[in-house]
């Protein structure tokens, strides 16, 4: 089964850029739809992106114009893109993947951390 790994994470000023990367082994990336989840304290977690076996890529409103999702099939990873970053944004950030036509997402990483404040 596959494994994930993000990796990216850290702490940047408001307007401020990350790149999130999600790396994954055991399995080959562009076989599974792969969506990037946040959560923040208190809050209910939050898909931010996806990207599916056929390469359509979503958004939610919420980051749409500011997050791009990207797909390394060569490097077995998927990279999300955060610019014009907002305190709001502040959350542990996970990838998560699952198989085709299977509704949910069996396979999460570890998560890591985003944290945007002055």
């Known amino acids: 089964q596959v494994q994930l790994v993000e990796s990216g994470g850290g702490l940047v000023q408001p307007g401020g850029s990350l790149r999130l990367s999600c790396a994954a082994s055991?399995?080959?990336?562009?076989?599974?739809?792969v969506g990037w989840f946040r959560q923040a304290p208190g809050k209910q977690r939050e898909r931010v992106a996806q990207?599916?076996?056929?390469?359509?890529?979503d958004y939610a409103d919420s980051v749409k114009g500011r997050f791009i999702l990207s797909r390394d099939n060569a490097k077995n990873t998927v990279y999300l893109q955060m610019n014009s970053l907002k305190p709001e944004d502040t959350a542990v950030y996970y990838c998560?993947?699952?198989?085709?036509?299977?509704?949910?997402?069996?396979?999460w990483g570890q998560g890591t951390q985003v944290n945007v404040s002055s």
């Open positions: 998560a993947a699952r198989r085709f036509r299977t509704p949910t997402y069996d396979y």
């Open positions: 990207i599916t076996i056929g390469s359509s890529i």
């Open positions: 055991g399995g080959t990336i562009s076989n599974y739809a």
